[in-house]
Nanobody, 123 residues
Framework: VRVVESGGGLVQAGDSLRLSCAAS????????IGWFRQAPGKEREGVSC????????YYADSVKGRFTISSDNAKNTVYLQMNSLKLEDTAVYYC?????????????????WGKGTLVTVSS
């Protein structure tokens, strides 16, 4: 199983960035792919996830209206479009996969994790 994030970088507050998550090799028929982040000195938190069964999406309150999760099933890739970035969005962003059709934003308990990509938002 491979879960690989890309697209992180250094941006200024107010800028946009798109993260990609290429996930492959798992055999779940129904699954959720989620984005998580961990800022320095803070616990990991769920940011967004998408359900492969019906495409339903879930977001943390802190990113609602600014971040959008989407998927390209043909490419086995999930994207996180991040707009109006804030200083507090600075974190390592992780992508993860879990079996099943979740109806909420998970905070952990995923089956497979990527290694993360760093997003730094400067003033």
């Amino acid at each position: 199983v491979r879960v690989v994030e890309s697209g992180g970088g250094l941006v200024q507050a107010g800028d946009s960035l798109r993260l990609s998550c290429a996930a492959s090799g798992f055999t779940f028929r129904v699954y959720n792919i989620g984005w998580f982040r961990q800022a320095p000195g803070k616990e990991r938190e769920g940011v967004s996830c998408i359900n492969s069964h019906d495409g339903s999406t879930y977001y943390a309150d802190s990113v609602k209206g600014r971040f959008t999760i989407s998927s390209d099933n043909a490419k086995n890739t999930v994207y996180l479009q991040m707009n109006s970035l804030k200083l507090e969005d600075t974190a390592v962003y992780y992508c993860a996969v879990v079996q099943g059709a979740l109806r909420y934003l998970p905070q952990g308990g995923m089956d497979y994790w990527g290694k993360g990509t760093l997003v730094t938002v400067s003033s």
